[in-house]
């Protein structure tokens, strides 16, 4: 895993403090405070590449929608198929979770 080179104490807690975030709401404010809002919109524009990837959309139809360059989807795609399964285990939870708001399909 690349993360490897940064595991220690203070990704650990990092990591450990995201968890305890308990609702939307809560990871609203936590993100805001912690990043700026391109740093934002650069992250849910990889997960939302990464979903429609996962759904068999075209590049053409990624680049559309997502309005993400075809190296974004080129490197969300070598992670989503040759990375650590994260992707597949998050949208697998969201779409068995009668609660989510966000399905996968």
């Known amino acids: 895993m690349l993360i490897d ?14 968890l305890t975030l308990e609702t939307k709401e ?5 993100f805001d405070d912690l990043c ?12 939302q590449v990464a979903k429609m990837l996962y759904n ?10 997502a309005g993400a360059s075809t190296a974004t989807i080129s490197r969300v795609k ?5 990375g650590n399964n994260s992707y597949e285990l998050m949208f697998s939870r969201m779409h068995n ?5 966000k399905k996968t399909d």
């Open 5 to 18: 080179e940064l595991k220690g104490k203070a990704l650990d807690e990092f990591v450990e403090g995201i």
């Open 26 to 30: 809560e990871c609203y404010a936590f």
């Open 36 to 47: 700026t809002v391109n740093e934002i919109k650069t992250l849910v524009q990889r997960f």
């Open 56 to 65: 068999n959309n075209t590049y053409s139809k990624i680049e559309s929608d």
């Open 78 to 82: 070598r992670s989503l198929y040759h």
């Open 97 to 101: 979770n009668p609660e989510s708001n």
